[in-house]
RNA sequence: GGAGACGUGACCGAGUGGUCGAAGGUGCAUGAUUGGAAAUCAUGUGUACCUGCAAGGGUACCGAGGGUUCGAAUCCCUCCGUCUCCGCCA
C-alpha cells in the first residue's frame, strides 16, 4: 500500500508513475485527492467537537458535587445533542477512512525509476546468461515424456484424485523432490545466512492482505471452510511462503541492529491459477499445487534495491551449483506484479520447447507490504519507528528445477543424469528407466 | 467437541464509571557519583492521525468490533486469541 499522505500530496506525480505499468493502474487513484481532502475536513471537525465533549463532560464530575439536580439535568440535555452530533460525525468519518483504506488497497506499487519502461513480457530485459544450453544429438523430449519414460511421474493417476493439474512422483522422481528441496534449503542456511522457518499453509485473510494477494487476487486462491462457506474467518491455502513467511512479523517493530533478517522456508503453494485455461496445460509447470523454496528478507528501505541485488544471487547460486543454463531479465513496469517495485525473473533453459522459463521471481517491495502489515523497526532508542522494506524470491520453484533437470540433462538412452550436487542425496549418478 | 479462566504500555503488574495514556516495578536512555564498573540518586522513556515554520496544541487507542452513558480500561453484546481440565486424534 502506498502512504495516504504522500499520495495526497503528490497525486500527479503518483498517478504519473503508476501510468508507466498500465493505465488502469494510473486510473486506480481517480478522486483519491477528494476523497483525502474529504477525510481531512471531517477528522478537523470532529476533533474539535470531541475536545469540547471531553472538557465539558470533565465538568459534570464537579456540578454533580455540587449538587444542582435541575442545572444538572438541563447541561445533561445539553451535552447529550453534542455527544450525538459526534456520533453522527464519527460514522461518516469511519466512513470515509474505510473508502480511502479500500482505495489504496487497490493502488499497485510504485516502479522503481530503475525498472525499464515497456508493457509486457516482450519489453523485458535481459541482463545476463549463465552457462550454455546442452547440446543434443537427438531430439530433446518435453520433461513429461522424459518423467513417463522413467515411470517417475504421472498425471493420469493425479487426475483421478485431485482432477487436471495436478501431478504424481514416484520412486527417484519423489526422491529428487526432497532431494532438491533439502539441497537448497541446506544452502541458503549454510552459505546465505538464512533462518529456516517452517510455517502454517493456511492463513487468515489478513495475512494476504499484508502481502498483498488480497482483496485484489481473491480468485487465484483456494479459500476453505468449515461449514459457514461465508465465514468471514476463513482461511486460505498459501500460495506462495511469502505469505506466512513475510507476516511473520506483521504488527512488530523491530530491533534495528537485527536487520536484514533473511528467513528460507520451503512450503508448499497451492494456486487456483484462475484465468491461465489453455497455457502450460501439459506438464508441471503450471500446477494448482507446487513446492518452493522462498527467500524473504526485512530490511531497511535504503538497502532494499542493494539487497534485491544479493536475494537475486542467492536464488542463482542455486541454478549455478545445478549447473542448469538460465538468464536473469529486469521486468519492465508493465510486467511487474501487483505490490513489487523492482523484479527480476530468473528464467531457467527448456531444450524442448526451445525457450527459457520462470524459475524464479525476486521482488523488492519497499514499504509497500510493511506498511499493509505494519512492519517497522526502530533505528535507535530514541527514533521512530520506520517501516522496513521487504524482499523475497524464490530460492527456487522446486517443480520447475525438477522439470529443467529432466530437460537438460535427459540423455540418448532415456536416462537423465544427475547434477553433482544431488547425487550424495540421490544415491546415484542417474535416473535409468525401470 | 464439552467445561472453565483470562486478554492493560518493551516486560511484569495496579486500576470496576469522571481530572487515567493509564499507579508501581523491571528494562532502556541521559546525567550525577566512581580511577573504572557495580550499587545508588535524578530526569526521561508508547503508537497513529489532525494542526503548526517550530516550540507546541488537539484527537483516538487498555485484544478487535459494536452498544449503554453527558462521560467507558472500567457496564452490556459479538468476534478473535491465550491458558487449564475432559473427550478425540497424528
Redesign the pocket.
Known sequence: ML???YV?DHLEQVRAGLGRRSEDAAASLDDAGELFAR??EL??T???L??R??????S???L??AGDKAALEA???E??V??DE??LLE?QL?EVERSVEERLLGVPNLPHPSVPDGHGEADNQVLRTWGEAPAFDFEPRPHWDVGAALGILDFARASRLSGARFSVLFGQGARLERALISFMLDLHTREHGYTEVYTPYLVRAEALRGTGQLPKFEADLFKTH?SDPDD??ALYLIPTAEVPVTNLHATE?LEGRALPIAYVAYTPCFRSEAGSYGKDVRGLIRQHQFDKVELVRFVQPEQALEELERLTSHAETVLQKLGLHYRVSALCAGDLGFASQKTYDLEVWLPSQGAFREISSCSSFGEFQARRAQI?Y?DE??G??KLVATLNGSGLAVGRTLVAILEQCQQADGSVLIPEALRDAMGTDRIVPG
Do not use: F, V
Open positions: 502512504d495516504g499522505r495526497a477525510r481531512r477528522i478537523r470532529t476533533e474539535t470531541q475536545a465533549r471531553n472538557a465539558e463532560s470533565q459534570m464530575g464537579q454533580a458535587k447541561r445533561r440535555a451535552l447529550k453534542l455527544s459526534i456520533k460514522q469511519a468449515r468471514p474467518g517493530i517497522r526502530r532508542a530514541k521512530r519507528p
